[in-house]
């Protein structure tokens, strides 16, 4: 079985680009988690999925960070305007759900913006 | 909301000695806690969980120990290899069917051989 697969592995973009990051979650899967990571502020969830509806945005991320779950194999994490803070990994996640709680990670997109 | 606290943000033992992380969590609803493994380069991956309906679970050189009542939780790698060498994160989740996870920052542990 595949696992989560992530696109692109890296991404530069200068200052107020719109960048769309994209996940394919494992199949069969009904969660799906969008998350930052940094060494500062370790793991921030930036969006979660259950069934392709939204169940939590991630609060203090709403004003530049959308996500979209247009069907159940396919996500996409739009940032825009991006700014140079939001430099990290962004790392996608899926679960089965139900009584399955475990999360499989994708090997994350390294963003910089310069 | 839930917060979850790691205490060790590094961690150095000899190979063959245990290593322990230690976390604390705010939320008595809190019921799964899991922990997760990141190697350099690498991306998280799952490598043990206890459930509040117990309060300890072992597998293999990993035991994980619960105690609800100072809502605190740790991972134990006893006989320690270099290739323990990772960051370690622990989590906690509620069953309440709306099940995110609260990650705390993580520990780097270093396995000295």
């Known amino acids: 079985d595949a696992g989560v697969t992530q696109t692109p592995r890296h991404e530069v973009a200068e200052k107020g680009q719109t960048i769309i990051l994209k996940c394919e979650p494992v199949s069969g899967h009904n969660d799906l988690f969008w998350y930052r990571q940094t060494k500062i502020q370790g793991l921030e969830l930036l969006s979660y999925f259950r069934s392709k509806s939204l169940m939590e945005d991630g609060g203090a991320f709403k004003d530049r960070f959308k996500a979209e779950m247009l069907n159940s194999s396919f996500s996409t994490l739009k940032i825009q305007p991006t700014e140079p803070k939001d430099s990290a990994v962004y790392l996608c996640?899926?679960?089965?759900?139900?009584?399955?709680?475990?999360?499989?990670f994708g090997p994350g997109t390294r963003l910089t913006v310069l | 909301g839930e917060k979850v606290e790691q205490h060790e943000s590094t961690l150095s033992v000899r190979e063959g000695d245990s290593a322990v992380i230690n976390c604390t969590y705010t939320?008595?609803?809190?019921?799964?806690f899991p922990w997760y493994k990141q190697e350099a380069g690498k991306s998280l991956h799952f490598v043990i969980d206890i459930r509040s309906n117990v309060d300890r679970k072992q597998s293999q050189r990993l035991i994980v120990l619960l105690d609800k009542k100072a809502k605190r939780f740790s991972l134990h790698i006893t006989a320690t290899q270099p290739e323990d060498s990772a960051i370690y994160f622990c989590?906690?989740?509620?069953?309440?069917?709306?099940?995110?996870?609260?990650f705390g920052k993580g520990t780097s542990l270093t396995v000295i051989p």
């Open positions: 996640a899926s679960r089965l759900g139900g009584s399955s709680y475990e999360q499989y």
């Open positions: 989590a906690a989740s509620m069953d309440t069917g709306y099940q995110n996870f609260y």
């Open positions: 939320d008595t609803a809190s019921s799964y």
